[in-house]
Each structure stands twice: as C-alpha cells, then as structure tokens.
C-alpha cells in the first residue's frame, strides 16, 4: 500500500516553502505534523542525497560567519512536479480511505 512511510514527499513538502538544511527539514516535518511524525537524521541523508542525484532537490553549500558550512536544499522544477503528482495521489487515497472508514447510510439506518 502506498504512503506507509513515503519521506521523500514529506521532504518535498517541506523544502516547497523554501530552502532548508537537513535539520531544518527534520523540524518542519515534526512541526508540522505537530509532533506526529519525525524523521531522524539517519533516515533523512541517504534520502536527500538521493533526491538530489535524481533531480528532485539542489544543494549548495552555505557560510555560516564563524562555523563550518551547511548544506542547503532546495526544490527544483522536477521536484515541484513530482510533489504536486504525490499530493493528488495522496488526496486520491486519503478519500479512498475516508470512504470506507466512515460509516455508510446504510450502517446508520440500520444502527437508529
């Protein structure tokens, strides 16, 4: 079944607002799903470095004054295609789900 753990439109979403680097992404997930999924470090740089081989993201190295560089993402015009083609994927599915798990008039008539 699609969407068990699809991280990479999770990563898309939140790079679609804006370029992030890998923690920034980690907590625009968390935040976002208000603390219902969280993706860790681990899991996220493997994906990343994938995404951006594939030509999802592009990454740049960006100064930090004092500390070392950091990695930035950003959406690239692939990568806004394939999340828009997941969106109506997932709203698709999410109806789909919707439509079974609420109850039908038929299950109601019967319940009053």
Known sequence: MAFKTDFETLILGA???GPLHGYGIVKAIREGSNGEL??????????LHRMEQEG????????????????????TDAGAKALAD?????NAFSRAVDNILKPSRRQV???A
Do not use: D, H, M, T
């Not at 969280?38 to 994906?47: E, S």
């Not at 997941?86 to 997932?90: A, G, P």
């Open 15 to 17: 790079v679609a607002s």
């Open 38 to 47: 969280r993706a860790g470090q681990g899991q996220l740089y493997p994906i």
């Open 56 to 75: 999802f993201l592009e990454a740049e190295w960006q100064p930090q004054g004092s500390k070392p560089p950091r990695k930035v993402y950003r959406l």
């Open 86 to 90: 997941q969106k109506r994927s997932w």
């Open 109 to 111: 008539q019967g319940n």
